[in-house]
């Protein structure tokens, strides 16, 4: 979506794309020349802009954060390029960086190899759920033209199953993820500034997005639901 946004605004405004070309220009010319410090700025100023992140820029910036030992910023990027390129090793990364760092929410868990499942095969699983449905709406269709009568059991094992196949293409793009951007963000229990604090969580944290109330995210946290600042949150 965003590399499509990305190339209607150069379209309509070609400026815009040779002052992006420029900055990324000079951020590749300082990162080549082992300038990382100063790179990292201008390929965030080129994010901040619009332009849709390349894996390069994803493992560049990733790893000049590693150099930095800035480990929320590393993380962030490694999730970023992981979402793009799904696979176990940055997966192990991310865990290893998690654990040495005391930060939460990369655990190699059940959610995360299902997460990584699903990103790695979603388009083999759809075709695979999908057959079953194709053949039930073939037989449906041929029972009516046939005049044929349909059982209340067959209709209700059929609307079922396309109930569960919905939910199962729509809940992992309704579940997003963030990485905490403060050093003291509030969980609160309700989407409001004078709702009781649970926890206070430190930068870093990752934690599953499961909807918006104004100014809140409603996270998963240790199993438990709260709700956080949006600009408190990157958004993955």
Do not use: C
């Not at 033209?145 to 199962?168: C, E, H, M, P, V």
């Amino acid at each position: 979506m965003r590399l499509f946004i990305s190339i209607v605004v150069g379209l309509l405004l070609p400026g815009w794309v040779s002052g992006q070309t420029a900055l990324l220009s000079r951020a590749d010319s300082l990162f080549a020349a082992g300038n990382q410090a100063e790179a990292v700025p201008l390929y965030e100023q080129v994010m901040a802009g619009g332009y849709a992140p390349t894996d390069a820029m994803l493992l560049k910036l990733a790893s000049a954060n590693e150099r930095q030992n800035n480990a929320p910023r590393l993380l962030y990027y490694l999730q970023l390029y992981f979402d793009h390129h799904p696979d176990d090793a940055v997966l192990r990364k991310m865990s290893e960086v998690a654990q040495a760092n005391n930060l939460t929410g990369y655990e190699i868990d059940d959610l995360n190899y299902f997460y990584l499942f699903y990103r790695k095969y979603n388009l083999y699983v759809f075709l695979f759920l999908f057959i079953p449905a194709g053949y039930g709406f073939g037989v449906v269709l041929l029972k009516r033209r046939r005049q044929q009568g349909i059982s209340g059991r067959q209709k209700g094992t059929f609307i079922a199953y396309l109930f569960l196949l919905l939910i199962f293409i729509n809940l992992p793009q309704r579940i997003q993820m963030g990485i905490t951007s403060g050093d003291r963000v509030l969980l609160r229990v309700k989407p409001s500034g004078a709702a009781s604090v649970a926890e206070i969580v430190g930068r870093g944290n990752k934690m599953n997005i499961f909807g918006t109330k104004d100014i809140y995210l409603r996270v998963l946290w240790r199993n438990q639901i709260y709700y956080v600042r949006r600009d408190e949150v990157w958004v993955i």
